[in-house]
């Protein structure tokens, strides 16, 4: 992958965690470390990460500086710089990259299970920059949060439980029965795997 676009995620990233009240979690620098893993070598991978912190320590303290009138435009600021970001870097991925660079923001930003209205805006905002589809748009949404699995379209998914007739988990959704089943002897739990189809990709 290119600089520019490395670059330009990385920025993405340091936003995304400045909007997050929590800040960045270590899980979350874990997910970033990941996608950085995924391209680098082990001494780029700790070059880019150090790329990582400084920009968002500059985006920290740019935001702390803005008095009240500012603050007031802070959102639509945000909005701007991702909105630039992404058109940045939909010129350099092809569309299975792009996909993979959506589903990466995700769990990023549903790392701690819980999405604000400004992280809910930036992921509509990458979604849309990026071309995605509605329909993958919602299922992807739905299937990162882990407990809306009705609002997944259930030709994309596939449940992966052990025999046996005990409760589980996905008893809990009205749509198990139209999901595509795969049994595995001795499996405990149930494992769900979301069909990327514009990319044919397992998630």
């Not at 500086?65 to 939909?90: H, M, V």
């Not at 604000?116 to 849309?128: G, L, P």
């Not at 052990?162 to 996905?170: A, L």
């Not at 149930?190 to 990327?196: D, N, P, R």
């Amino acid at each position: 992958m290119r600089e520019l676009v490395l670059l330009a995620l990385i920025h993405i990233f340091a936003i995304l965690s400045q909007v997050n009240p929590g800040g960045i979690t270590r899980h979350g620098r874990n997910i970033l470390r990941g996608y950085l893993r995924r391209y680098l070598n082990q001494e780029l991978e700790e070059e880019y990460y150090k790329i990582f912190e400084t920009t968002h320590d500059f985006y920290s303290e740019e935001l702390s500086s803005l008095n009240d009138e500012e603050l007031k435009d802070e959102a639509s600021l945000i909005t701007f710089q991702i909105t630039n970001i992404c058109r940045q870097i939909r010129k350099g991925l092809l569309l299975e990259e792009r996909m993979i660079v959506f589903l990466q923001l995700l769990e990023f930003v549903y790392e701690d299970s819980e999405v604000t209205s400004q992280e809910q805006k930036i992921i509509e905002i990458v979604a849309r920059t990026f071309n995605v589809s509605d329909k993958e748009y919602t299922n992807s949404c739905a299937f990162m949060l882990g407990d809306r699995m009705d609002e997944v379209s259930p030709e994309t998914l596939i449940l992966v439980e052990g025999q046996g007739g005990e409760k589980r988990f996905s008893d809990s959704f009205k749509n198990k029965s139209k999901w595509n089943k795969l049994t595995v002897k001795g499996l405990e739990g149930s494992i769900f795997v979301l069909h990327i189809e514009s990319i044919h990709i397992l998630l």
